[in-house]
């Protein structure tokens, strides 16, 4: 199979969320609630590393958007501290 061209991938962001609910449980429910399964799809997040009050998630570049305003209609304790295009910086 061959290797896809650099056009073709997915351009991912990486978010620090932090919080007293920053866990994967949490963080799934709030993206769920606020865009959906197809949204969810959409968006393919995936928890790179987890630490007690700290999360970075890496999201599909285009729903960034939706993704940041689900966490700020949502009443739990999440925040997104930074956003950032390399996992080098985020951290």
Avoid: C, Q, W
Wanted: proline share 3%; charged share 35%; hydrophobic share 35%.
């Amino acid at each position: 199979m061959k290797p896809l061209k650099p056009s073709h991938r997915e351009n991912k962001r990486y978010l620090l969320i932090k919080g007293e609910d920053a866990d994967k449980k949490n963080i799934d429910e709030t993206i769920m609630e606020f865009i959906g399964v197809l949204g969810y799809a959409e968006a393919s997040p995936k928890i790179i590393k987890s630490e007690k009050g700290k999360v970075i998630l890496a999201i599909n570049r285009e729903a960034l958007d939706k993704i940041r305003f689900g966490f700020l209609t949502s009443n739990k304790d999440l925040r997104i501290e930074k956003v950032s295009g390399s996992l080098k910086k985020v951290r």
